[in-house]
């Protein structure tokens, strides 16, 4: 079976630094990888999608990278701000249906 | 924007109580999706549908049903609910193919007592 893994549960950082988050799948590579924020109390909200054959991708502050050698993507949040603390999970198209997500890394912003 | 709506945020109930959660999504989204998420276990997915009167288990279906009458309604039953069925509980909708992102709910946060 398709396993998504993000390594990390917490990341506590200074605001103005970059956040890294990893997310580490196993077997085939997927077509693509998706990434979502989540607030607490609420549902998880779509940020990025990178493509397999993308090396990386950018929106505002984010960055995403996607490395099939080494199954792995990297989101990164540059020039950090306290409003960027947040749950971010990453996913995996499973079938043609189902997502699979990682457990999630809490991302805290200290001012 | 895509609106997926659930229909309670917090939810308070008895043990061998059957429970609904119902979830509604306005942009004609073929599928939708229940997921449970619980701390240090991430999203897991309960059931989806991929069109009306059609379902599909997911990871973890035991102890749950659903139903989807309607394309813009998918409803969650909990048979007997029980202390371990205690969880957030998020729908969400697509419309298919391995680009497109799901659209999530605010979840219902269901306590078994």
């Known amino acids: 079976s398709q396993k998504i893994e993000q390594n990390s549960e917490a990341l506590n950082i200074q605001e103005g630094k970059t956040a890294t988050l990893t997310c580490n799948y196993t077997?085939?590579?997927?077509?693509?990888l998706q990434w979502y924020r989540q607030d607490p109390g609420r549902g998880p909200v779509f940020l990025l999608l990178?493509?397999?054959?993308?090396k990386e991708k950018r929106k505002e502050r984010l960055k995403v990278t996607f490395d099939t050698t080494l199954k792995q993507s990297l989101f990164h949040i540059t020039a950090s701000q306290p409003a960027d603390s947040a749950t971010y999970l990453c996913?995996?198209?499973?079938?043609?249906?189902?997502?699979?997500f990682g457990a999630g890394t809490t991302v805290t912003v200290r001012a | 924007d895509v609106k997926v709506t659930q229909s309670s945020r917090y939810l308070v109930k008895r043990t061998g109580e059957k429970v609904f959660l119902e979830c509604v999504q306005d942009?004609?989204?073929?599928?939708m999706f229940w997921y449970r998420q619980d701390p240090g276990l991430g999203l897991r997915l309960i059931y989806f549908?991929?069109?009306?009167?059609?379902?599909e288990k997911g990871d973890i279906p035991e102890g749950y049903s659903v139903s989807r009458e309607k394309k813009e309604r998918f409803s969650l039953i909990l048979e007997s609910a029980s202390t371990n069925q205690t969880s957030m509980y998020l729908c969400?909708?697509?419309?298919?193919?391995?680009?497109?992102?799901?659209?999530f709910g605010d979840g219902t946060r269901l306590s078994i007592l």
């Open positions: 996913a995996r198209r499973a079938n043609d249906y189902k997502l699979s």
């Open positions: 969400a909708s697509d419309t298919g193919g391995s680009n497109q992102p799901q659209h």
């Open positions: 077997n085939y590579s997927p077509a693509y």
């Open positions: 990178i493509r397999e054959n993308e």
């Open positions: 549908s991929y069109d009306v009167k059609m379902k």
């Open positions: 942009m004609d989204h073929e599928n």
